[in-house]
């Protein structure tokens, strides 16, 4: 079974999170994008053979959403983070592998 | 008017063990003791055992102010992520940065909710009592990191999870706080998880432990081992 | 035949003051405890143990390591065991698999008189067609084929799993594996050593007694110990996957383990060669008779052919002179026979030696008999030799495949005749036989160097390579004997697949080895080609004119032996939630139903009267399941407004009002209702079923910017929810608390505190079920206590506990959807008749506007609708479709039923419905529901069915 280290509480087992998907913001506000824009934020997914950032959630654990940036050709996980509002903390309070 | 009895969610199945039940002076009903003191004592000391504390306080502290508050109104802030900090009969487990769960006898309840709300003032943070929306229940003895690890994919290694540590994880299939509170020199642990688990949560730790010669014990062997 | 059970050997398993008796085949037995079944069968005289899988001939043991198929026997109601490796037990019942009536008169083994017509790929050539037949067939080769005979009354086991971690895990207790174990716990390591055997000790526990090398294991076993490591003994490792993960079977217990490191140190196995009547019992290979003699003083037979292509075949040999057999031959494929004591020993004894020969046939009625050995390259005549047991030490085989499944390659080493491993994983490290063949000193060297490396010591520490040892432990070339007619040459023993299968499959065109595999079936037995596996890659290589490293092998995954069932399902650890009330439910003999993980009372003996009784006087329906947050902080109001349709910034303190949440596809994802309690304090109720959904979605936007100053509190645990609905509640809830609840003090939609019974509670006034009636949210530990006193003081006032068909019948009638019974993955709020919910005039953007701007401007195509029958129609039910004849008079499907009860309160039966919006738009407007054929009408309904002014709510 793969490992993922959880930003709160350290590696665990990934049988204990739940994937949330790629990281897809919503644009905003969502009545003035463009149908092409909507459109790709609600259907479209990028679905790359490559590095990826990617939404998972601790649920049998402490509860907190965060960001994998993950290759989904070897699984190798280079960090994972909890989202902040300026979008470049990504330093901040992660744990580097 | 009847005095409001309250009840662990593994009444039920305490009864199927041979619980002999009494009400505590805050109303909880409990096992006193299920195959009497002497087999409860030997299995805790030489084997497993499992009891219920249910009945003991849970505040959960929410916050980025949760430090503060709690160093204000307990006296010691909380540690780590993962590390218990005790200041008398009180437990302080630190979950995220901004949450804490604070745990204490069923007694002391009261007055650690009045302390954390007189002192909260104005600050953003969330004082819930969550006594109610969890089992608590404790392992104890020599065989107890052997039982977890038949229902716990992780390590309870002594090296790795000690005395005063805690994890949220998956225990049985189902998302529990873990605390080791080693209890009279022997490890222990307690197991808090989501209230209507409770009974399930009794039936599987009874079942992994078998092999283990796991006895239920009841509040009077406990309080024995407490000294 | 007797006086095969040899004087107490030197490390033997047996205890020989401990008889066991038992059965097999009818009939009684005696060994010793420490025998394997195997072992006590060899030592009564018994060479036939089973039959084969196709042609049903007679088997005898051959690996006596729990490779091979051939000792498969039933034991009481367990099909399939391995008697090798099964300790013998007094009183077994032990049973041949696959013969009938019985092991010495197999009726079946009349097929290998037909088996000229039976072809390789014979199944996939004849069954086939005519199709119709084939259930015919598949009854008749049902009963013909399959192993062993599965007992459906066998009561459930005691199946357990457990997680263990360790920095090194070392695999395999031989000498390298006990070194490696060792040296990575002089490091500092968690040690974790796993052996498949009773005891350490891998080869040593069976080749000649060693005492050096025996005391070097049993100080490496005690320094292990003394330093925290961990020994796990009859324990075989079947799984790699990833992140070191692996899993490892003892008994009923299923281990998965984290491993740091891994050593493999698994050694090597040896495997038969081809040659004409190879499946004789009495063939066996050189370590299976080592075993036997070694561990349990048997021998099996008294006159033995010995054939090798390495020094390991000589030492079989010279053990077997040694216990009093008559050795009659050697056979060794090497052209020079080498030197050495063993050699000495036998030529002192005058055994026939012949260099540069090899095994051609095997002949015999129920075991062999006779054998043919020839010269290698053809040069020179035969030797018919009289034997009864023949010991094949000719080719090794790694037992890589953990190795495999962690991605190393193999590539095939011409020179030793054997699969080598490179590209070796990070953290993987070999030691010992398995990487190839090495002497004592270096399997000790080896088991260190990795030990060491696996804990992290990254020093060099040196192995002498040695050519000598690749020279004499050297497996067979040979793709196969000189053919010289006779008997089939079977290549794979689980599925009775021979040379000339292969030959037939390549011909045919299945010429890689993996469609080979498959179309041959070679390798796809219970040995999973431990026996065939090289021997079937030489024959492809050869039939293709490719190198065997070109050729390849054959995908290896996990199991790497066979697992039970009840193992890998564990311990029953099936999560279930209980209310606090439901023991009382329990005795009161509701029917119990699973909800999410919840169990609810489905009813409490007659769902009718209970929905007449609420409607009448008072009724009490437990709804703890009902999902419940805590949202606290100045910026919830906010933040709902943007995760629901609803306005919430102007629901004042103390007021409750009923949400749609949706994502922004603009589909219903929960609803419930929020109440204000204070001005930063909400409590949001969700279904019960979306619970945890709801709370991980809402979490998600909170976490990712839309919580600003907002705490989320799971409460569905922690507070215990009733619903005390009817006429009389309120006069029954006033007797239980001070608080007014007059109309005017305590109107419909609001939100109160109030003690109930003593009982600090939550009190909502709302009404899913049509009636004046109180949610009351409690303290979980007041559960019980609250709900009986309910209980009790109701009695004066007809009150009749309901449960969850009650509930469904009593919402119906008011036209409530359920998210998820009447709504799916594609339904909006308006097409689901809840427009009035949804504010697309808000000022803030909230999940779903964009989608539900446009269905509001353009119009929903379906619309949820009520239906009344003015009948009791049982025979219509959830799920029907609705049909329309088109314009040619063709039926069309135009909508479906999705929520039907008799209404007992109205007398018809009723329902929702999907519709055309054009259709679901004209009231009273005719339909119809297809049910078996027939058409049954049923009309339009707009609006509840009950109350429509909802006059009784608000009352």
Not at chain 3, 548 to 574: H, I, N, W, Y
Not at chain 3, 737 to 746: A, V, W
Not at chain 3, 779 to 785: D, E, V
Request: glycine share 10%; proline share 5%.
């Amino acid at each position: 079974m793969l490992r993922l280290e959880c930003p709160n509480c350290g590696v665990r087992n990934t049988s204990e999170f739940r994937y949330g998907g790629e990281q897809n913001p919503r644009p905003t506000p969502s009545t003035e994008v463009a149908d092409a824009d909507w459109i790709r934020y609600l259907y479209e997914r990028r679905n790359v053979m490559g590095v990826q950032i990617e939404w998972w959630y601790h649920r049998a654990g402490c509860g907190i959403w965060f960001l994998v940036e993950r290759d989904r050709r070897s699984n190798i996980v280079a960090r994972t983070w909890r989202w902040q509002p300026d979008g470049a903390a990504a330093a901040e309070g992660s744990h580097s592998p | 008017m009847t005095i409001p009895f309250l009840t662990s969610p593994a009444e039920g199945v305490w009864l199927s063990h041979g619980a002999t039940i009494v009400q505590t002076a805050a109303g909880w009903r409990v096992p006193e003791s299920f195959a009497g003191e002497s087999t409860e004592l030997r299995a805790a000391r030489e084997a497993v055992a499992l009891g219920d504390d249910t009945p003991r306080g849970k505040i959960r502290v929410q916050g980025d102010e949760a430090d503060a508050l709690i160093g204000a109104a307990l006296g010691a802030p909380p540690a780590a992520v993962g590390r218990v900090v005790r200041v008398g009969t009180v437990e302080i487990t630190r979950l995220r940065m901004d949450l804490c769960h604070v745990g204490m006898t069923a007694e002391d309840r009261e007055a650690v909710w009045a302390a954390l709300c007189e002192t909260r003032g104005a600050l953003p943070v969330t004082i819930t009592d969550v006594t109610h929306g969890r089992f608590e229940f404790r392992l104890v003895g020599p065989a107890a990191p052997l039982l977890l690890s038949k229902v716990c994919g992780i390590d309870f290694h002594a090296s790795v999870f000690a005395d005063g540590q805690a994890r949220e994880t998956s225990v049985a299939k189902t998302r529990q706080l873990v605390i080791r509170a080693d209890l009279g020199g022997l490890p222990a642990y307690r197991l808090l998880g989501g209230r209507a688990l409770g009974a399930y949560m009794w039936e599987t730790l009874m079942e992994a432990g078998r092999d283990l010669g796991v006895e239920a014990i009841g509040t009077g062997a406990l309080l024995t081992l407490a000294g | 035949m007797s006086g095969r059970r040899l004087p107490a050997q030197t490390g033997e398993s047996l205890d020989r003051g401990q008889p066991l008796e038992f059965r097999f085949d009818g009939h009684s037995y005696q060994g010793f405890a420490g025998d394997t079944v195997a072992s006590a069968l060899t030592a009564a005289g018994v060479n036939v143990v089973s039959r084969s899988f196709k042609y049903h001939r007679p088997r005898g043991l051959l690996c006596c390591a729990g490779h091979c198929p051939n000792c498969l026997v039933q034991i009481g109601d367990e099909p399939s065991v391995r008697s090798c490796k099964r300790a013998l037990e007094a009183g077994m019942d032990v049973q041949p698999q696959n013969a009938w009536p019985s092991l010495d008169n197999d009726l079946l083994s009349l097929t290998e008189a037909a088996s000229r017509f039976m072809p390789v790929g014979f199944y996939y050539k004849t069954f086939h067609r005519p199709r119709l037949l084939w259930p015919a067939f598949e009854h008749v080769l049902r009963n013909a084929a399959g192993l062993g005979v599965i007992d459906e009354n066998t009561p459930e086991g005691d199946y357990d799993k457990q997680y263990l971690h360790a920095d090194v895990v070392v695999v395999g207790g031989g000498p390298a594996g006990v070194s490696a174990a060792v040296a990575a716990v002089d490091e500092g390591a968690r040690v974790l050593l796993i052996d498949e055997n009773p005891e350490l000790g891998g080869h040593l526990r069976y080749s000649r007694p060693d005492a050096v090398a025996h005391a070097r294991i049993v100080d490496g076993q005690q320094r292990l110990l003394q330093s925290g490591g961990t020994i796990l003994n009859d324990t075989a490792v079947v799984g790699w996957y990833e992140d070191h993960w692996l899993s490892a079977v003892r008994g009923n217990r299923l281990f998965k383990i984290r491993a740091g490191a891994v050593v493999v140190a698994s050694g090597a196995f040896e495997t038969p060669s081809v040659f004409a009547g190879n499946d004789h019992p009495g063939i066996m290979l050189g370590t299976a008779v080592q075993r036997l003699l070694h561990l349990y003083g048997v021998v099996p037979g008294h006159r033995a052919v010995v054939v090798t292509a390495n020094d390991t075949g000589w030492a079989v040999a010279a053990d077997l002179l040694a216990a009093g057999v008559n050795v009659a031959a050697v056979a060794d494929e090497r052209p020079q026979l080498p030197v050495g004591t063993d050699i000495e020993a036998l030529q002192a004894a005058g055994v026939t030696l012949l260099p540069g020969s090899t095994i051609a046939a095997a002949r015999g009625k129920s075991g062999v008999e006779e054998v043919t050995l020839v010269a290698v390259d053809g040069s020179s005549g035969s030797h018919v030799v009289r034997c009864d047991f023949v010991a094949l030490s000719t080719t090794w085989v790694p037992s890589a495949e953990l190795a495999y499944m962690a991605g190393a390659r193999s590539c095939y080493d011409d020179e030793l005749a054997e699969m080598r491993l490179d590209n070796l994983p990070d953290g993987l490290f070999l030691a010992g036989r398995v990487a190839g063949p090495c002497s004592a000193e270096q399997e000790w060297l080896q088991g260190a160097r990795a030990g060491a490396a696996a804990a992290g010591n990254t020093d060099d520490l040196p192995i002498a390579a040695s050519q000598d040892v690749q020279a004499t432990a050297r497996s067979s070339a040979l793709v196969a004997a000189p053919d010289v007619g006779g008997d089939k040459r079977f290549v794979c023993l689980c599925e009775d697949v021979t040379d000339v299968d292969i030959e037939t499959a390549i011909a045919e065109g299945f010429d890689r080895i993996e469609l080979l595999k498959r179309y041959s079936t070679v390798g796809m037995g219970p040995c999973q080609g431990r026996m065939c596996g090289l021997n079937g890659i030489r024959l492809c290589a050869q039939g293709t004119g490719k190198s065997v490293q070109d050729t390849g092998r054959t995908t290896g995954r996990p199991p790497v032996t066979p697992v039970a069932l009840g193992v890998l399902a564990g311990q029953k650890m099936e999560p279930v939630q209980l209310s606090a009330v439901h023991d009382w439910h329990v005795d009161q003999g509701a029917r119990m139903m699973v909800a999410g993980l919840w169990m609810r009372p489905e009813h409490y003996g007659d769902a009718a009267a209970e929905v007449r009784a609420m409607r009448q006087t008072v009724g009490l329906i437990d709804v703890s399941p009902l999902g419940k947050l805590q949202l606290t902080g100045p910026g919830v109001a906010a933040m709902l407004e943007r995760l629901y349709v609803n306005n919430w910034q102007d629901l004042r303190r103390g007021r409750v009002r009923y949400g749609i949440m949706c994502n922004d596809e603009g589909v219903v994802l929960d609803d419930g209702v929020c109440a204000r309690l204070s001005d930063e304090q909400w409590y949001v109720s969700t279904t019960s079923t979306g619970a945890s959904g709801a709370l991980e979605w809402m979490e998600w936007w909170r976490q990712s910017g839309w919580g600003d100053g907002v705490h989320i509190t799971d409460l569905t645990e922690t507070h215990a929810a009733f619903n005390l609905a009817g006429p009389q509640s309120r006069a029954l809830l006033q007797t239980q608390t001070d608080r007014d609840l007059s109309n005017d003090r305590f109107p419909y939609m609001r939100a109160r505190r109030a003690d109930v019974a003593g009982v600090p509670c939550l009190l909502l006034r709302i009404g899913f079920t049509g009636e004046l009636g109180y949610e009351i949210h409690c303290p979980a530990g007041y559960g019980r206590y609250l709900w009986q006193r309910l209980i009790d003081a109701g009695a004066d006032f007809g009150l009749r506990p309901f449960g969850v068909e009650a509930q469904r019948v009593l919402r119906l009638e008011k036209a409530h959807f359920i998210v998820g019974q009447d709504t799916d993955a594609l339904t909006d709020p308006i097409s689901a008749d809840a427009a009035w919910a949804v504010h697309l005039d808000k000022d803030c953007d909230f999940l779903g506007r964009r989608a539900l701007t446009r269905i509001a401007t353009d119009g929903p195509r379906q619309r949820l609708v009520g239906f009344r029958t003015g009948r009791r129609a049982d025979s219509l039910l959830e799920g029907l479709q609705i049909v329309q004849s088109d314009d040619r008079g063709k039926p069309q499907i135009i909508g479906w039923v999705s929520s039907c009860r008799f209404s007992p309160t109205l007398q018809e039966t009723i329902g929702l419905c999907w519709l055309p919006a054009a259709l679901a738009e004209r009231s009273e407007a005719t339909f119809h529901i297809h049910v078996d054929g027939r058409l049954e009408p049923a009309r339009v309904h707009h609006g509840p069915f009950y109350d429509a002014e909802g006059a009784r709510l608000r009352g």
